[in-house]
T-cell receptor, first 115, second 112 residues
Framework: KAGVTQTPRYLIKTRGQQVTLSCSPI?????VSWYQQTPGQGLQFLFEYFSETQRNKGNFPGRFSGRQFSNSRSEMNVSTLELGDSALYLCASSLVPSGGLNEQFFGPGTRLTVL | GENVEQHPSTLSVQEGDSAVIKCTYS??????FPWYKQELGKGPQLIIDIRSNVGEKKDQRIAVTLNKTAKHFSLHITETQPEDSAVYFCAGTSGGSYIPTFGRGTSLIVHP
């Protein structure tokens, strides 16, 4: 069974631009969660989607948004990029909702660099 | 909200030794505690998890113990091997928020 895939793997943007990251969960998994990983703040939860609905949201500004499609694929968008948004963005899928309470499978991440 | 502290930040051991990583949490409502291993250039991989109704869980060379009273849980790796070298993260999830909070990570180095 294929694992979680994320595209693109690397991305370079400049301040003020916006970016869209994509995540394809493991086949059959309907929950997708997004995380930001930085050396300074560690791994932080962004949001979770299940059946195209946002179930939970972490403490991030409204510039961070996401959506989920009927095939469970998910995208996250960051608008008006800031230097501090440089991070590894990880997607994780799980079979059931509330991924934080159940086994999650992480993708390799998208490395975003904001210049 | 939940606060998870993880120690040590770096752990260096000789091959064959045991390694122990400890985490404490603040929210007594937390009831799910996974441990992840992250190798360079990869996403975290779940290696073992424990729920609050269990005190200990073991999977081959890896074990996790949970002390609900003291609000701490630990990862134990026995007979360490060089391929165990990675960053390990603990996490705690409150049943109320469903949002996982991660520790800051432990870089485990196993010297051959």
């Amino acid at each position: 069974k294929a694992g979680v895939t994320q595209t693109p793997r690397y991305l370079i943007k400049t301040r003020g631009q916006q970016v869209t990251l994509s995540c394809s969960p493991i086949s059959g998994h309907r929950s997708v969660s997004w995380y930001q990983q930085t050396p300074g703040q560690g791994l932080q939860f962004l949001f979770e989607y299940f059946s195209e609905t946002q179930r939970n949201k972490g403490n991030f500004p409204g510039r961070f948004s996401g959506r989920q499609f009927s095939n469970s694929r998910s995208e996250m968008n960051v608008s008006t990029l800031e230097l501090g948004d440089s991070a590894l963005y990880l997607c994780a899928s799980s079979l059931v909702p509330s991924g934080g309470l159940n086994e999650q499978f992480f993708g390799p991440g998208t490395r975003l660099t904001v210049l | 909200g939940e606060n998870v502290e993880q120690h040590p930040s770096t752990l260096s051991v000789q091959e064959g030794d045991s390694a122990v990583i400890k985490c404490t949490y603040s929210d007594s409502a937390s009831n799910y505690f996974p441990w992840y291993k992250q190798e360079l250039g990869k996403g975290p991989q779940l290696i073992i998890d424990i729920r609050s109704n269990v005190g200990e869980k073991k999977d081959q060379r890896i074990a996790v113990t949970l002390n609900k009273t003291a609000k701490h849980f630990s990862l134990h790796i026995t007979e360490t091997q060089p391929e165990d070298s990675a960053v390990y993260f603990c996490a705690g999830t409150s049943g109320g928020s469903y949002i996982p909070t991660f520790g800051r990570g432990t870089s485990l180095i196993v010297h051959p």
